[in-house]
């Protein structure tokens, strides 16, 4: 298994730098560049001072050299410095707008499994019941409906109409002067609408896979010979069944790794919460070239963390699948 | 200059009106809440509502819109626009331009003070001058600096600049913040220097703290050589969404912004609304035109240009795109303002006469749509996408278009694709884009022949020998009368030539809590008198002790 798991490692060194190559590339094909922003249209902008902005910033170098500085810095771990004006480092732009990002997806992914198990569940075991109907036209909704608009809603009854929450950001102005208990509290009062809103539009998608996983267990030969035996439904259902449709969930688990670093651009920017979304949109549209590999970057490198994790707990958790 | 405050050199109080600014506008509802003493009062914050976050504090690095504001409470320049946009000293109390108009001389304030204490001097401006033309300044607003044949700072208080030639734009090019020597002499890359996030300047107002993404604080400076502004302390909160920012608006989470059209004809006219804000309207500084690519063998023919003019509705345009917040545009200037003709060929809306006009340049209709030479008259507009007032200008010239047997389709392309591989390369057929109004009124780069390459501003393709010569005479004279004469000639040439269809100029429309009291507005808009603005101590809502 150990070796498994350092061969898998070793892996993906190439696999990243593969990836990164490809994002680099596609990202120099798109039109316009970093310095566009600030000189295009404008009268003041002659094209000396769009050179030497483009020399600042090494861009008159050829292609293949940016590519290997970048490598280069990569290798010690250094992000570079952002082509936004403020030119901080992309790892401490990264940084501090990973808390955020980490804390609703944590609280939103687990209030999807917190309802989407059970409620999936339920209905595989009901099927075709009242509560399996109403459960899907439920959860579809919160899939179809468009969060942006939801959330809107949401603002104007709690937020205008009955003033219970805060309408956007994710504190109030005068957290700095809260004590540690407030603080908390006034973070949980902010982020208590983004949370449900996000859990509410993911919950179909889990739930929906749960309960087809549940029927799929629930016609197994071992379930039929549980209740033959006579154990009470309550254990068939929970210890017997369940648990292997559970099986199945390691495998999200895995690939959801990534997304817990990865903001929602529309999201964010309804709720105006400075998460990774917001920043990767913005490096994007400015065409910061450091940030976006960065976060890119970043990204392949969960996502392939995220594989390897998943296949090892599938491994270590089925009994049906053994690594030589 | 078209999507963010391009020709950012002007302090911040003259920047913010180049987003909301002039025309006599008067407030609309005004406050009627409980009769308290309406007396000055210091104390309070305001929280302003910003769609974007600051990127850094150093205007000469910086080229967007909430940066440049942002930077405005904490820096000033040597000049700066007044509530009739023409120039006024601000850390300079007066200066004189040598006869032949190639020198100017600065008479700086004295007793003006960074915030850390030390004062300001001669040697700051001279600084700043050195930062603007270093090649290790990644700036984009070098060009008017470079144009400086001699800079000198005979002493502690004057500040001396001679140009090659009389150059009247330069001056205003003197509203670039001044910045601290002091503090940044050892950052050779003044965009990487701590007070690119911390600023330290001269202005009425101390940086606090900036919270990337979420807000950034100043208070107020007290010893602010205009005296101490009364609002104590000033949050602008970044919130992208602009119906998001209005929710906030509603509940008290936010005390200005600018409303869309939709907000301030639709949803902003209640009672309960009334009661708690103040709404304003003023001609907004910028335009939006169709432009031609006049090498277009359609568009050549100026008969067809001016029947195209004849055929766009612009009534309909503004009532349609802006639900009645704008008025018709006839040329480049902002209507008010002393460079603006008001008496120029105009073109009323006349499909009948635009038909005639084609009819007259050979284009005869055959089966609905017009033809010459076996040639169908079909283009396609190109206009950048995520522009909502754009789109549906585009949509509703089709129509007015489609009227006279044209066939207009239109294509939206991306911000930067739509400039570098359309614009830049001159792939278009006709474009729907939009220009700010700068107060100064020298638009060579949009006119002159000679801004035709790649990249330059003049990408209809104008040609006009009588333009060139004014142009150059109107930027080469700091006399007012001459230049006027120059600027005025222009626009009645442009309304003759048609090189753009001149659309509309829309309104801007901001908002403020009705609690804030001391707006005036003016030509400039409301915020260049900030320091002036207070709440009277009945109604201030937030306790902060100075």
Redesign the interface.
Known sequence: MLRYIARRLLLTVPLLVGISLISFLMMHM????P????????????????A??KA??GLDRPLHVQYGRWLGRMATLDFG?SF?????PVAE?IK??IPITLTINVLSMGLIFLVAIPVGVYSAVRKGSLFDRISTVAVFTGFAIPTFWLA?LM??LF??KL?WL??????S?DHESLGAIGKLADRAHHLLLPVLLAGFGGLAGMSRYMRSNMLEVIRQDYVATARAKGLPERTVVFRHAMRNALLPVITILGLSVPDLLGGSVIFE????I??MG??FY?GVMS?DYPLIMGILTIGAFLTLLGNLLADVGYALADPRIRQG | MSESPRWAVLSSIALSLLLAACGGGKPEGAGKGTPVSDVPAYGDAIVEGSIGDVSGFLTAVTTDASSHEAAGYVFNGLVRYDRNLKLEGELAESWEISPDGRKITFHLRKGVKWHDGLPFTSDDVMFTYRRMIDPRTPTAYGEDFKQVKHAAAPDPHTFVVEYARPFAPALASWGMHVLPKHLLENHPDISKSPLNKKPVGSGPYRFVEWKTGEKVVFDVSPDYFEGKPYIARVISRVIPDQATMFLELKSGGVDIMTLTPPQYVRQTETAEFRKSFNKFKYTASGYTYLGFRLSHPFFKDRRVRQAIAHAADKKALIDGVLLGMGQEATGPYKPGTWAFNPDVKKYPHDPGRAKAMLAEAGWKEKGGVLEKDGQPFEFTVLTNAGNDARSKTAAILQQNLAEVGIRMKIRTVEWAAFINEFIDKRKFDAVILGWNITPDPDQFDIWHSSKTGPKELNHVGFANSEVDRLLDEGRSTFDLEQRKKAYFRIQEILAEEQPYVFLYVPEALPVVHHRFRGIAPAPAGITYNFVKWYVPAALQKHKIQP
């Open positions: 798109a039109p316009g560049g310095i566009g922003a600030g000189t295009d249209l404008n009268p003041k902008a002659t094209a000396e001072s769009r030497r902005l600042y910033y410095d936004s004006p403020d030119g901080r732009k501090e707008r809107l603002m104007i937020g205008v003033g805060p309408i956007s950001g994710i504190s102005l920017t309804i709720f105006a400075p998460g917001q920043l913005q065409r």
